[in-house]
């Protein structure tokens, strides 16, 4: 669902996106010539930041580094890999957004604007 927001929202304003393009980390969306969006979902991710709970999910906890998110996955490794995804896509001349799930439900017009200033 807040993928589908984003592509709402970026539509609306004219810009054209390419969905989970073929580069490393495989970005949610992509924007020409090389804006990265990544959608991290508040649950998947491990979001410890104080959250309202997403209107589209009934699962709104808080999250320790060694909490367990998904099989052997904990919180603190999944951290890890998006930082390297960011890192390794920066390092190749890639802007890189990453947004909470309930940020975009929440604050959308503050990720549009954000999104817009990368892309100018």
């Known amino acids: 669902k807040p993928e589908k927001i984003l592509q709402k929202l970026l539509k609306s304003k004219g810009i054209k996106f390419e969905k989970h393009k073929s580069i490393f980390g495989r970005p949610d969306l992509f924007i020409e010539p090389k804006t990265c969006i990544f959608v991290d ?58 947004f909470w799930h309930s940020e975009i439900e929440y604050e959308e017009e503050k990720c549009l604007k954000e999104i817009l200033k990368a892309v100018k």
């Open 41 to 98: 979902g508040d649950y998947w991710h491990g979001n410890s930041k104080p959250y309202r709970k997403p209107k589209s999910s009934k699962i709104h906890p808080g999250y320790k580094s060694d909490q367990i998110l998904r099989r052997d996955i904990a919180a603190h490794d999944m951290w890890a890999r998006d930082r390297k995804i960011t890192r390794e896509l920066k390092k190749e001349g890639y802007k890189v957004l990453r």
